[in-house]
């Protein structure tokens, strides 16, 4: 495991995704709050995380670079421009890591001084309750050790695999985009229960609690999903009778296009930035 814990971790951006991981970090014990420092537009949600976690804030995106070992850049993607042309200067051996959706390590390495370490993460909405799935792409510089950093940071809010950037895409249309999927599914499911007869706190508590134990017997178990699945499957019982009209309307085949579908607009999006 590498050891994080004499290193300075500076974000630029504080929004859900940049607070989610200083939340994460802090409570993983990766670094002390005093080794964490901060930039953001908006100096009221800087002072809030100041008070809440102890962390440095700074007076600008530089004074952020100057005081880190390992940059995260969380801002939004068409600033992100503006913001390499701000920290160029500063950045000495810091590694960056992105998460600004769609734009490419090679927007960095081309933007930023010859041999700079860029590290390009995809983390979802799921960091915000420490479950997110992160895939990362490290960059032409980047070392075995600067990928393990990277992945110790984002294993602090869920779990993490290492990826080819031409990979991205797949990710942003499966566990980028993902939640929003798994929110109709646990809301379609409730309904079933409300219209039996829960109440809808109970229907959709019950719901939720199901998809995170199915999640749970997936990643904690060697078995395949469709020996899980035959688990739940008594022969002339109720599952494969629900089995059967999940089959019959199409769902298997709608959330594989899902998928498909949100990876090509994700492709059609990186090629505008």
């Known amino acids: 495991m590498t050891t994080m814990a004499n290193k300075k971790i500076g974000f630029i951006g504080t929004g859900k995704m940049g607070e989610a991981l200083i939340k ?12 964490i ?15 809440e976690h102890q962390i440095n804030i700074c007076k600008d995106n530089r004074d ?28 000495k051996k810091q590694l960056i890591i992105s998460i600004a959706a769609g734009v490419t390590i090679e927007t960095f390495e081309k933007n ?39 992945a110790s ?11 080819q950037e031409n990979l991205m895409d797949a990710v942003t249309g499966l566990s980028g985009s993902g939640p929003a999927y798994i929110f109709l599914i646990i809301e379609a499911m409730a309904d ?25 017997m997936v990643l904690e178990g060697p078995a395949h999903t469709g020996e899980l699945r035959d688990m739940v499957t008594s022969p002339g019982g109720t599952t494969i009778r629900g089995l059967r009209v999940i089959e019959e309307q199409g769902i298997r085949i709608g959330m594989m296009n899902a998928v498909i579908a949100s990876c090509e607009r994700s492709k059609e999006l990186g090629k505008k930035t």
């Open 64 to 91: 952020a670079v100057a005081n880190s070992d390992v940059l995260v850049i969380a801002v939004k993607p068409q600033i992100v421009p503006a913001v390499l042309n701000e920290i160029k200067s500063s950045i």
């Open 153 to 163: 940071i984002f294993n602090a809010i869920g779990r993490t695999v290492i990826l």
């Open 24 to 35: 994460g970090i802090l409570h993983a014990g990766l670094v002390p709050p005093g080794n």
């Open 37 to 51: 420092y901060a930039s953001d537009m908006d100096a009221a949600k800087l002072q809030m995380l100041e008070k």
């Open 112 to 150: 930023l001084n010859p041999g700079t370490k860029v590290v390009r993460v995809m983390p979802n909405i799921a960091a915000t309750v420490k479950e997110a799935a992160s895939a990362i792409s490290p960059g032409s510089a980047v070392s075995k050790e600067d990928t393990a950093m990277a």
């Open 192 to 216: 079933g229960g409300v219209h039996e007869g829960l109440d809808r706190n109970t229907a959709k508590l019950l719901a939720a609690q199901t998809v995170l134990g199915a999640a749970k």
